[in-house]
């Protein structure tokens, strides 16, 4: 089993003639995802690595016959928000968004008419997500090849900010023979579509997933959302943390920003001191170094 994605996943890229897209495309086909179209105002007609290419979503609905499970947004800033409400309005149920320096009303109204029609937003600013084996959306993982090699089906559920930092800590997880249920680039901007605890549910409807790693920075208050929402519902499954940037926390560097837009810290509350004493007092690990990650998990499911 896995969360969101299954084999017969399909999905259209948004932007699919763009260099970033055609790449994207490229990887994801490789790794066996079922691409059913793309779309660039002006170019129907064209085809990407086989993919047949529309000026609107609707043109590809109609192509392939129902609205497809997904899309990839990998269109500009100025253009995401129409982009994704497109694709929302014709009935596609969970959107990819790549695109990085999106104006924070612009994603807040895409949540907000996702939420209102039942579908789903994992970005934007990510690389996607990863089910092992299963099926690849976004450029999570790279080429095909190195997305195996990293990625390996298993018992441990990732979400993290940092698309790198995905592959990374799970790299280390199937490297000690625990693997992957489903990885998940969640974004790393202030405002994003599904954060930790939103996600939680469908990992612990999931009978692969056993444990979760988290992969945060300082800034929000999603850590506070993801204790709560364990609290709340008696989650039977263990976390495992990795906090990054902990300088942050120096006085001086309140206020500021780095890595990430999401990543600033405005009050005590936010910096990794107090995040990480939040997440040790509800039970949640934080290690110091990536390769900890796989023994702690290990001891929190019994060896």
């Known amino acids: 089993?896995?969360?969101?994605?299954?084999?017969?996943?399909?999905?259209?890229?948004?932007?699919?003639?763009?260099?970033?897209?055609?790449?994207?495309?490229?990887?994801?086909?490789?790794?066996?995802?079922?691409?059913v179209g793309g779309v660039t105002p002006g170019r129907k007609g064209r085809e990407?690595?086989?993919?047949?290419?529309?000026?609107?979503?609707?043109?590809?609905?109609?192509?392939?016959?129902?609205?497809p499970d997904g899309a990839v947004a990998t269109?500009?800033?100025?253009?995401?928000?129409?982009?994704?409400?497109?694709?929302?309005?014709?009935?596609?149920?969970?959107?990819?968004?790549?695109?990085?320096?999106?104006?924070?009303?612009?994603?807040?109204?895409?949540?907000?008419l996702a939420n209102e029609r039942g579908a789903r937003i994992i970005g934007p600013n990510c690389l996607g997500l990863i089910s092992p084996g299963v099926a690849k959306m976004g450029g999570i993982?790279?080429?095909?090849?190195?997305?195996?090699?990293?990625?390996?089906?298993?018992?441990v559920g990732v979400m993290s900010r940092s698309g790198g930092m995905t592959t990374e800590i799970s790299s280390s997880l199937t490297a000690a023979g625990l693997g992957v249920s489903t990885a998940v680039s969640i974004g790393?901007?202030?405002?994003?579509?599904?954060?930790?605890?939103?996600?939680?549910?469908?990992?612990?409807?999931?009978?692969?997933?056993?444990?979760?790693?988290?992969?945060t920075e300082p800034g929000g208050r999603m850590e506070a959302e993801l204790v709560d929402w364990r609290e709340a519902n008696d989650s039977r499954l263990p976390i495992v943390a990795f906090m990054a940037g902990k300088f942050m926390d120096d006085e001086e560097m309140q206020g500021m920003s780095f890595g990430h837009a999401g990543t600033i810290v405005e009050g005590k509350e936010d910096s990794?001191?107090?995040?990480?004493?939040?997440?040790?007092?509800?039970?949640i690990p934080v290690v110091e170094r990536i390769h900890e990650i796989p023994d702690v998990v290990k001891e929190k499911l019994g060896g």
Do not use: W
């Open 188 to 215: 790393g901007d202030a405002i994003i579509g599904s954060t930790y605890a939103e996600l939680m549910p469908l990992f612990e409807a999931d009978e692969q997933t056993e444990a979760i790693v988290i992969y």
């Open 141 to 155: 993982g790279g080429p095909a090849k190195d997305a195996r090699k990293a990625y390996e089906p298993g018992r």
């Open 1 to 35: 089993m896995s969360i969101l994605l299954n084999e017969d996943f399909t999905f259209i890229v948004q932007g699919i003639t763009g260099r970033e897209a055609v790449n994207l495309t490229r990887e994801c086909l490789d790794y066996g995802a079922k691409i």
């Open 48 to 67: 990407v690595h086989g993919v047949p290419v529309f000026d609107t979503v609707e043109q590809a609905v109609e192509h392939h016959g129902s609205p």
């Open 272 to 283: 990794a001191t107090e995040k990480i004493a939040r997440l040790e007092a509800a039970g």
């Open 75 to 112: 269109v500009p800033p100025a253009f995401t928000k129409d982009a994704v409400m497109e694709a929302i309005e014709n009935g596609i149920k969970l959107i990819v968004i790549v695109t990085e320096r999106i104006p924070r009303r612009d994603v807040a109204e895409m949540v907000e």
